[in-house]
């Protein structure tokens, strides 16, 4: 007991012993230094004399170029690469400098970087609730910053986004004004988005595709290569690039970013010994469909153009793929039926009703019935779904087998129940039973996309 008092007593000694001292380990109070930080940044973004080139990159590890023009009354001025239009109307809005519980950038007006964070994905494309991703306030860290140049960088407060702003060039300047990121929209017109339908009406993907088949080609030296829809992104940025090597399919992926007037490859694609880093100065033909690119900054030039067929079709992914579906025994899903000719869910099949139903999507059930694979809208009645009707591909005809030449081939048809004569479901089935048949291309082991064997038409399923 004794032994306790006297540690209590020391303790009580010691702590009585230490002298309290106020004066800061530094010369200035924590205030103060973040006033400084934020006094310093607020020169940096103002006294830019060309403004900033700036990359966000999102959650989602998506490149988005823009171009700042920032002053002292909390203005900026904004260019953004996110749609061809935004690449040249400058818009202005407000933005102000925050000690948060660090320094802060903070976009506080609606402005082209909202767009992108919107969680409305009727804004930008994204998830819902979610959007693309990214971020409109910023964290400021000068630790991070230290010995890093005169690039500023940042980070999203909420979803970790990276916002990186280099002082611009005066010609950097020039260009980007000029519409240089616009001109790298051009390489987008490989794509067939151009439009969708959706409740009767048309609506722009803002994408600007123009090549409307599924397959794309181009030469680069003495090989051919190809870009199909399945695995070109527009919207994510991401291309993959095939060819053929000894009969046997190769290819390379990489994501993408505008440049000026140029795409560049994040990880160099290697094509065929060629290493690809960049493709710029594109050309729009009109007459011929196609666009003409640089590589690699250089005269030699590509040209990019529609095709009917894929370089090499697998003759065995179309019985791969009706078996899925019979070992299962279920069904593939879609979400709007064909996308034709630049146009998504082309024959407005989401418009088709029966009595107290509401469409809900589209099936391909092979072996439905005991002589036919099944292709159908669903409907939904009353809480459930409800199958009205549907198209019959007859699949036991010996003079005309489902799978015929490495084709998927819904000639021989029939109908199950009663169909509608409205031109939406007439145009699919007379889709469906085109005489030339239908390529399967795999995505991955659940999805399959349907490509007429002219290349203009395709419909993706997913096993449900």
Known sequence: ????????????????????????????????????????????????????????????????????????????????????????????????????????????????????????????????????????????????NTAKGDSLFFTGRFKGSKLVLVPATAAEETSILGGGYAKSWDFHTISAYNTYRYGGQTYSWNIGGKIFTYFKRFTLGSTTYDINESTFDPFAKNITISWLDAGVVKSATSAYSFGLNAVNFKTPLVLNGVTLNSLGNFVWSDANTSLTANVNAGTQTITIAGAAAPLLNNPNLPAEFRNNSINQDTYYESDYGFFRDGVYNAFGIDQLTITNGRYYNMIYWA??????????????????????????????????????????????????????????WQNTMTLLRAAGGHYIVKKNSTNYDMVSADGRSWISWSLD
């Not at 002053?71 to 935004?86: A, G, L, P, Y």
């Not at 292709?375 to 591909?393: C, E, K, T």
């Open 1 to 144: 007991m004794k032994k306790n008092i006297i540690y209590v007593f020391a303790v009580i000694t010691l702590l009585f012993g230490c002298k309290k001292n106020d004066e800061y380990i530094f010369d200035q109070s924590p205030d103060e230094r973040v006033n400084k930080v934020l006094d310093d940044l607020q020169a940096k973004l103002a006294n830019a004399p060309n403004g900033w080139k700036a990359v966000l990159t999102s959650a989602a590890n998506v490149d988005y170029n823009f171009y700042f023009d920032f002053n002292n009354e909390n203005r900026v001025k904004m260019i953004s690469d996110f749609t061809k239009e935004s690449s040249t109307d400058l818009k202005e809005s407000s933005y102000r400098l925050k000690a948060m519980q660090q320094p802060a950038l903070i976009f506080d007006t609606y402005s082209y970087i909202h767009i992108i964070a919107d969680p409305d994905p009727n804004v930008n494309g994204g998830t819902p609730g979610e959007g693309l991703n990214s971020d409109f306030e910023f964290a400021y860290s000068p630790t991070n």
């Open 367 to 424: 072996e439905y019935g005991s002589n036919y694979d099944l292709v159908a809208p669903l409907f939904v009645v009353n809480g459930a779904l409800n199958l009205a009707f549907g198209f019959a591909g007859i699949n036991n005809n010996a003079a005309n087998p489902i799978v015929k030449n490495g084709m998927l081939s819904l000639a021989a048809s029939g109908t199950v129940g009663t169909n509608p004569t409205t031109a939406s």
